[in-house]
C-alpha cells in the first residue's frame, strides 16, 4: 500500500480545520460544532469508505492461452466486480507496464462502479520477456472527495502469466566459433585418443617409439611422430546456471536476463536438437532436474517447460548447482564436454562457459 499527499490540499483542509475550531470555540452552539465534527471526521471517515470499497471490489484477469509465447499478441480480458453496499467513484487501473503491453486499456485509467456493478475490460495484450511473471493489472488507487491524499493498494487476485522463449538461432554464432560440432561428432579441444593418428609432426624427445612414422621418417631422413587424434565426445552436457532470486524481488531487470537466459538456453538446445545428436540438459526445476534432447519431440518437452520450471526449492538445492557448474569449470567431469549457461555473470565473465 502507498498513500500520497496532495501538499496544497493539505494545507488549505489545515487551514479549514483551525478556522473552524476558532470558530466553535468563540461562538459555539450546535451549528458551529456540527460543522467542526464534519471537517474533523473528513480523513477518517473517507479512509474507512475506501476501506470498505477495497474490502469488497473483486478483480479477475485471465489470457485466452494458457500459454503465451515473447512478442506475440493475444487477447486479455478483466472483469471486476463491487460486491459491496457503496458505489465506488473514479477508482484508477495501474498495469505491470514494465513488462506487458495492453494496447486498450491504459494504465492509470478511471473506473466507476455503482452497488454490486460488474464491468468488463478486454484488449490485445503483448509480452515484453519470456518466464513466469504477473501481467494485466497491478494495483488500482483511490482518492478521497477532496483530492487531499490517494491511497494505491496493490490488488489480492494478481494474474501470473507462462511466457515462453522464442526459438532463435542466437547460440549457433558461439557453438560455431568453438567448432564444437562436426560430422563425425563432437572433439576435444584438449583430450586425444590413446593411439597416433594419421597427422605428422617432427619427432619430440620424450615422443614414444610407437608413435613414430618409420615409412615418412625414412623418406624425409629424419624421425617424425604420429599425432593422436583428438577425441569424440560422447555427450554433450548444458548447465542451466540460474539464479535464485525470491519472488518479491524480481524486478524489470531480473526480467530481461531471465529472457536472455532463457532463449539463449532453448537456442543451445535447438542447435543440437535437431541434428539429432544426444543433448543432456541439467537445470533447476525445484530440485536439480535433468532432460535428454535428441529429437525434434524432446526438443518440444524441454522447450514447454522450461519458462515455468526454472526456480530453487531450497538453498541446498542452489548449492548443488553451483557445485555442479564449479566442477564442470575445473574439468572434473572427464571427457563430457559442458557448457555452462550463466544467468548473471560475473564482472569479467562471459554469458557462457565451454568445459572439455
Same mark, same amino acid.
Given at each position: 500500500?502507498?498513500?500520497?499527499?496532495?501538499?496544497?490540499?493539505?494545507?488549505?483542509?489545515?487551514?479549514?480545520?483551525?478556522?473552524?475550531?476558532?470558530?466553535?470555540?468563540?461562538? =459555539?452552539?450546535?451549528?458551529?460544532?456540527?460543522?467542526?465534527?464534519?471537517?474533523?471526521? !473528513?480523513?477518517?471517515?473517507?479512509?474507512?469508505?475506501?476501506?470498505?470499497?477495497?474490502?469488497?471490489?473483486?478483480?479477475?484477469?485471465?489470457?485466452?492461452?494458457?500459454?503465451?509465447?515473447? =512478442?506475440?499478441?493475444?487477447?486479455?480480458?478483466?472483469?471486476?466486480?463491487?460486491?459491496?453496499?457503496?458505489?465506488?467513484?473514479?477508482?484508477? !487501473?495501474?498495469?505491470?507496464?514494465?513488462?506487458?503491453? !495492453?494496447?486498450?486499456?491504459?494504465?492509470?485509467?478511471?473506473?466507476?462502479?455503482?452497488?454490486?456493478?460488474?464491468?468488463?475490460?478486454?484488449?490485445?495484450?503483448?509480452?515484453?520477456?519470456? =518466464?513466469?511473471?504477473?501481467?494485466?493489472?497491478?494495483?488500482?488507487?483511490?482518492?478521497?472527495?477532496?483530492?487531499?491524499?490517494?491511497?494505491?493498494?496493490?490488488?489480492?487476485?494478481?494474474?501470473?502469466?507462462?511466457?515462453?522463449?522464442?526459438?532463435?538461432?542466437?547460440?549457433?554464432?558461439?557453438?560455431?566459433?568453438?567448432?564444437?560440432?562436426?560430422?563425425? =561428432?563432437?572433439?576435444?579441444?584438449?583430450?586425444?585418443?590413446?593411439?597416433?593418428?594419421?597427422?605428422?609432426?617432427?619427432?619430440?624427445?620424450?615422443?614414444?617409439?610407437?608413435?613414430?612414422?618409420?615409412?615418412?621418417?625414412?623418406?624425409?631422413?629424419?624421425?617424425?611422430?604420429?599425432?593422436?587424434?583428438?577425441?569424440?565426445?560422447?555427450?554433450?552436457?548444458?548447465?542451466?546456471?540460474?539464479?535464485?532470486?525470491?519472488?518479491?524481488?524480481?524486478?524489470?531487470?531480473?526480467?530481461?536476463?531471465?529472457?536472455?537466459?532463457?532463449?539463449?538456453?532453448?537456442?543451445?538446445?535447438?542447435?543440437?536438437?535437431?541434428?539429432?545428436?544426444?543433448?543432456?540438459?541439467?537445470?533447476?526445476?525445484?530440485?536439480?532436474?535433468?532432460?535428454?534432447?535428441?529429437?525434434?519431440?524432446?526438443? !518440444?518437452?524441454?522447450?514447454?517447460?522450461?519458462?515455468?520450471?526454472?526456480?530453487?526449492?531450497?538453498?541446498?538445492?542452489?548449492?548443488?548447482?553451483?557445485?555442479?557448474?564449479?566442477?564442470?569449470?575445473?574439468?572434473?567431469?572427464?571427457?563430457?564436454?559442458?557448457?555452462?549457461?550463466?544467468?548473471?555473470?560475473?564482472?569479467?565473465?562471459?554469458?557462457?562457459?565451454?568445459?572439455?
Amino acid at each position: 500500500m502507498k498513500i500520497t499527499v496532495c501538499k496544497l490540499r493539505l494545507i488549505i483542509y489545515l487551514i479549514v480545520l483551525i478556522a473552524s475550531l476558532v470558530f466553535a470555540s468563540f461562538y =459555539g452552539g450546535p451549528v458551529a460544532f456540527a460543522w467542526l465534527y464534519a471537517v474533523l471526521l !473528513l480523513i477518517p471517515v473517507s479512509i474507512l469508505y475506501i476501506f470498505i470499497n477495497n474490502s469488497f471490489l473483486r478483480i479477475y484477469q485471465e489470457i485466452e492461452v494458457h500459454r503465451l509465447t515473447k =512478442g506475440e499478441e493475444h487477447r486479455y480480458r478483466v472483469s471486476i466486480d463491487n460486491e459491496g453496499i457503496l458505489p465506488i467513484h473514479r477508482m484508477k !487501473l495501474y498495469l505491470y507496464a514494465d513488462r506487458c503491453e !495492453l494496447y486498450e486499456i491504459e494504465n492509470g485509467q478511471e473506473l466507476s462502479l455503482d452497488i454490486h456493478e460488474k464491468k468488463e475490460l478486454s484488449s490485445g495484450i503483448n509480452c515484453k520477456y519470456a =518466464g513466469t511473471y504477473n501481467v494485466g493489472i497491478e494495483s488500482v488507487s483511490f482518492t478521497d472527495p477532496f483530492g487531499i491524499y490517494t491511497i494505491t493498494i496493490d490488488i489480492q487476485y494478481s494474474f501470473r502469466a507462462i511466457v515462453s522463449p522464442r526459438i532463435t538461432d542466437m547460440a549457433d554464432r558461439v557453438l560455431d566459433i568453438e567448432n564444437l560440432f562436426n560430422n563425425t =561428432g563432437l572433439k576435444s579441444p584438449r583430450i586425444y585418443e590413446n593411439t597416433p593418428g594419421s597427422d605428422n609432426r617432427p619427432y619430440q624427445r620424450g615422443d614414444s617409439l610407437s608413435s613414430i612414422n618409420w615409412k615418412v621418417s625414412a623418406r624425409l631422413s629424419e624421425l617424425v611422430s604420429r599425432i593422436p587424434d583428438r577425441m569424440e565426445k560422447r555427450t554433450v552436457t548444458i548447465l542451466l546456471q540460474a539464479v535464485n532470486v525470491p519472488e518479491r524481488d524480481q524486478d524489470t531487470e531480473f526480467l530481461k536476463k531471465r529472457d536472455f537466459f532463457l532463449e539463449f538456453a532453448v537456442s543451445a538446445a535447438w542447435h543440437f536438437g535437431q541434428q539429432g545428436m544426444p543433448l543432456r540438459i541439467i537445470y533447476p526445476s525445484g530440485k536439480i532436474t535433468e532432460s535428454t534432447v535428441d529429437s525434434y519431440e524432446s526438443f !518440444l518437452e524441454f522447450y514447454n517447460v522450461v519458462a515455468d520450471s526454472i526456480f530453487y526449492s531450497s538453498d541446498e538445492n542452489y548449492r548443488e548447482l553451483q557445485s555442479m557448474a564449479l566442477k564442470a569449470g575445473e574439468s572434473v567431469y572427464g571427457q563430457d564436454t559442458w557448457i555452462i549457461i550463466r544467468e548473471d555473470p560475473k564482472p569479467g565473465e562471459d554469458y557462457y562457459l565451454i568445459c572439455g
